[in-house]
């Protein structure tokens, strides 16, 4: 009998013996299952006033007692002013500004957002060490928030400590970057580092509109660079650049020791590799990323159009047509974003192309369009436009609507 054949008869032994043995006493499975509880509002343990003070003191003076502005709403909710806050949730940037406010107020009986008691208003990489190491000698439960467009409610949690970066939002150009230890096996590139808290239109009018580059991020403006980066990042153009993680050279990571550490794929490469998709603030605390700069495309460009079906079976035979379509004419590294099915037996197009002339867009969907137009007793479509910008133009961004933030986010 070979070694490999002993080995795999002791493990099919092993195996038929297991469900006879007996269990685990409780006790073991206790210690394995029960970390340390945290420390929540109330309890002996919880942080006197002196001590909160000491950590604001620490961060000069950027401690903020967190209060949400929708706990007056439930008392009145038909006053003017909180008429005029629903008015201004649905401005995301409003929502990235407050800091006990989310994406969203959570999921029918998964979630529901509940701000935490204190924040620290970081605006360096000293002020998120800080709240770290705070919160680790006091045990507290710790939530980051950066852009605060997560749907998930994985930027807020209640009776918490939240680091909230989004003054962290600085935004910095190289021409001939090379990570941290990776001279000997990285050639310069050209890059953008990129502070926690800033949101994607920042780097877009940075990279593109002024220094006609292209970096891989998310398609809303408000979404955060670093949240994104940390959960991987699906964006309009990822079939062309891929995810935006896969973008990321480097790191600046405060760890929940307290330490900062740089990660890249020559330095604290396990980390570097953990950041890249498993979740924000599952690993450490990004205080700032450093992202690769893509050439820019010669064009960008946008198709929007409705088509409704006159019957539920037309529907259906739409249904089957657009994903037909799609998969022989859009599963490409140039188009990108959304195709919607309705409950009114119509399909919304919002889709999103590069590298392609006017022409070379409308090519790719006269067939289509054709197809429906045969059979316009079962279809009807609102064309909508093919809009088509030229690298010159690509720069338009979408404002902040509140007259005070007319102008991006600004930096510092």
């Known amino acids: 009998m070979t070694l490999d054949s002993k080995i795999r008869r002791r493990l099919w032994q092993a195996a038929a013996v297991l469900p006879f043995a007996p269990p685990l006493p409780r006790s073991v499975w206790a210690v394995q299952a029960s970390p340390r509880a945290r420390v929540r509002p109330g309890d002996p343990d919880w942080p006197s006033s002196a ?135 990285s050639a310069p590139q050209r ?33 955060g660079v670093a949240g994104l980066i940390q959960s991987g990042g699906f964006g309009s153009f990822s079939k062309r650049y891929g995810l935006a993680s896969g973008s990321l050279l480097e790191a600046e990571v405060v760890t929940a020791d307290g330490q900062v550490r740089i990660a890249n794929a020559c330095t604290n490469a396990e980390l570097f590799w953990s950041l890249k998709g498993g979740g924000g603030g599952s690993f450490g605390v990004v205080t700032r990323v450093t992202l690769r700069v893509h050439a820019l495309p010669e064009n960008f460009g946008a198709v929007n159009l409705t088509i409704k079906a006159h019957s539920p079976t037309a529907f259906r035979r739409l249904i089957a047509r657009v994903l037909a379509f799609y998969g022989e004419a859009l599963m490409n590294p140039h188009w990108g974003e959304q195709i919607r099915f309705r409950a009114d037996n119509t399909v919304a197009v919002s889709m999103v192309f590069q590298g392609l002339e006017r022409s070379e867009a ?22 909508g436009m093919f809009a088509f910008v030229s690298v010159f133009s690509a720069g338009v961004l979408v404002a902040d609507a509140r007259q005070a933030h007319a102008r991006l986010y600004p930096q510092r």
């Open 191 to 223: 890059a953008v580092t990129v502070e926690a808290g800033a949101m994607w239109s920042q780097v877009y009018d940075a990279v593109t509109t002024k220094a006609g580059g292209y970096v891989q991020g998310g398609g809303c403006m408000t979404v």
């Open 51 to 185: 001590q909160w003070q000491q950590l604001n003191d620490q961060v000069s003076g950027r401690l903020i007692a967190v209060r949400s502005p929708l706990v007056d709403c439930r008392a009145t909710p038909a006053s003017a002013e909180c008429a005029q806050l629903f008015k201004a949730i649905k401005n995301p940037y409003f929502i990235g500004d407050e800091v006990a406010l989310t994406q969203t107020l959570g999921w029918v009986d998964a979630w529901t957002s509940s701000p935490s008691v204190y924040a620290v208003a970081a605006r360096n990489t000293s002020d998120v060490v800080a709240a770290v190491d705070f919160a680790r000698k006091h045990r507290l439960r710790l939530v980051v928030k950066g852009g605060g467009h997560s749907y998930q409610g994985t930027s807020n949690a209640p009776d918490s400590l939240l680091i909230w970066t989004r003054r962290m939002n600085a935004v910095a150009l190289h021409e001939a970057f090379v990570a941290q230890g990776c001279a000997a096996s």
């Open 362 to 383: 409308r090519a790719v969907w006269q067939p289509f369009l054709d197809a429906l137009a045969a059979a316009s007793e079962d279809f009807s479509v609102d064309a």
